[in-house]
């Protein structure tokens, strides 16, 4: 497999998850970015946590949808991470019911 043709296979995996987030973002209530993931999820619960005098938070999603190209299955039922970085969750906009 040459360079290119391993470029043009990530960028159609890449496209692909574009697409697969366009489909699936309307069922989902929060965005919740970590330092390594971007997730989904319709209930998400942020403890910020100490010990040793670090601080850490720990981040329990239920019904999640996980961006990450490399995954099979990228619906979970639950999600626990922890991490040292700063951690950020949105609510979603629900669009209007069109009648």
């Known amino acids: 497999m ?7 296979y990530e960028n159609e995996m890449e496209l692909a998850l574009y697409r697969e987030y366009r489909d699936v973002v309307g069922l989902f209530s929060y965005v ?11 209930q998400v619960d942020l403890q910020v946590r100490s010990a040793g005098g670090e601080v850490y938070f720990e981040v329990r999603l239920s ?3 996980v ?3 490399y995954r099979s ?21 629900k669009a209007e019911m069109a009648l």
């Open 2 to 8: 040459s360079a290119e043709d391993l470029e043009n």
């Open 32 to 42: 919740v970015e970590t330092e390594r993931r971007f997730y989904l999820a319709n």
């Open 63 to 65: 019904d999640a949808w």
């Open 67 to 69: 961006w990450d190209v």
């Open 73 to 93: 299955a990228r619906f979970v039922k639950s999600v626990r991470v922890v991490t040292f970085k700063d951690v950020n969750v949105e609510e979603l906009a």
